[in-house]
């Protein structure tokens, strides 16, 4: 694992799991995919991705009536199972944090546990869950149009 810079990070943290009816692989190619990534996390808006270890993104946001930008450098990619990332946006107060998504098979479906670490607030870090929240169930309408 990359080591992260401590001073930079908050010391709150978030975290969501969710149940797919998909396989790994799909679920992790929906964090990985330009369009999948364009479609559901920046809810149609611009998504640039290098998935690849020290590979950059840029994520523009639609937040409340405006494009809030989303950067992050790929830190692990241990594909299909792990996929971290730095995550730097207004709403980690300009510094960088980092988002876990592990990813296994459980029967015939699989789960996901994303852990967003290094938030600088409770409120930011409460933010955040209910925002992975949002995300992670509207990751089911993706991966079903995926399936299709």
Known sequence: ??????????????MVSRSYDATPEQVFRAWVEPASVRAWLAMGEQAIVDPRE????????PVNEKIVPHYGRYLRIEAPRVLEFTW????????????????????????????????????KAN?????WTHFLESLVSRLHKDAA
Do not use: Q
């Open 127 to 131: 933010d955040h869950r209910g925002g």
């Open 88 to 123: 730097v946006s207004e709403h980690t107060a300009g510094k960088e944090s980092v988002v876990l998504i592990e990813i296994s098979r459980n029967g015939k479906h699989t789960d996901l546990k994303l852990t967003h670490d290094g938030l600088p607030s409770e409120e």
């Open 54 to 61: 020290n590979g950059l993104f840029y994520i523009g946001m």
């Open 1 to 14: 694992m990359a080591k992260r810079n401590e001073n930079a990070m908050g010391t709150f943290s978030a």
